[in-house]
């Protein structure tokens, strides 16, 4: 069903979110909109200027790997900048208030984290921008050591210890998926009795597939996204309205 007009739907999501004892939320970049990261499908976002680079391609070209990390250093000023949104500080008061047992996420700016969520509590679907491992060993690295290391041999650098190439420790298009995090999301969708899919056009498999398994096992179904999409009919609510202005009301101390 969807929702009237934001009030109503405000209304709906308070009673649901009041009688569930399991609430899990499944995020997209929609929510961090308004903390200033782009999303990739609205016009201007990132998919839309930037063709992405797909893993093979990352992995056999030194001029992929550089341009790939050129993008990301040219993010950074937005990534660094950016502070959770009312979405975030929504969920992370759910978290605290002892509803949510953990937090899907397509997204990769950490800032579920920042929010208050504990890290263990993430499930990154698509890893993590924040950081960089060598795609051999998984040797960890900051972004700063590969800064350095870029400007000053002229390219992206190699893993100090195995000489394989490092990357952001993000999930590319091409790349699998982590298993760890795809059992804990699949164990999570199957046991909430809420999940809430907010700011995601829910088209990038396997990701796209928890709504619908939640729903499947039991849950109610709340999709929160400002355009429509292809599970709205599967929902027991639609929200089509802003993100921020949608959790804004259930933002705790
Ligand atoms: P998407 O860009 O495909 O979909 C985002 C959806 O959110 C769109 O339907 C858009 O209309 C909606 N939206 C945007 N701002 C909104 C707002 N303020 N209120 C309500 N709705 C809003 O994103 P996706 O489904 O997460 O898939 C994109 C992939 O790109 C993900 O896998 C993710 O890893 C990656 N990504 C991540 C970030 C991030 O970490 N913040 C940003 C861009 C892309």
């Not at 890893?127 to 390219?155: E, M, P």
């Not at 999930?171 to 699949?186: L, Y």
């Not at 597939?209 to 599970?231: H, S, Y």
């Amino acid at each position: 069903m969807i929702a009237r007009d934001l009030r109503s739907g405000v209304e709906q999501l308070g009673n649901m979110i009041a009688e569930a004892s399991s609430i899990v939320p499944f995020t997209g970049a929609g929510i961090s909109t308004e903390c200033g990261i782009p999303d990739f499908r609205s016009p201007g976002g990132i998919w839309t200027r930037n063709r992405p680079i797909p893993f093979d391609e990352f992995v056999a070209s030194q001029d992929a790997r550089d341009e790939s990390w050129r993008r990301r250093f040219a993010m950074e000023p937005t990534f660094a900048a950016a502070r959770p949104g009312r979405g975030h500080r929504a969920l992370a008061s759910l978290y605290r208030a002892g509803k949510v047992p953990g937090i899907v996420t397509q997204n990769i700016d950490n800032l579920h984290q920042i929010s208050g969520f504990e890290a263990d509590d993430v499930i990154e679907l698509h890893g993590n921008t924040t950081y960089a491992r060598c795609i051999g060993c998984a040797k960890r690295y900051d972004l700063s050591w590969v800064k350095q290391h870029f400007d000053a041999g002229g390219g992206a650098p190699d893993c100090a210890d195995c000489g394989d190439p490092i990357k952001t420790a993000t999930i590319s298009f091409g790349q699998a998926m982590p298993e760890d995090a795809m059992q804990r999301a699949t164990e999570l969708a199957q046991h909430c009795d809420l999940f809430l899919a907010i700011g995601s056009s829910l088209v990038v498999w396997p990701a796209a597939g928890f709504p619908m398994m939640a729903k499947n096992c039991g849950a109610r179904l709340v999709i929160i996204n400002n355009e429509p999409t292809d599970q709205d009919d599967i929902a027991d609510l639609v929200i089509r309205h802003d993100i921020g202005e949608t959790l804004g009301p259930f933002v705790g101390n």
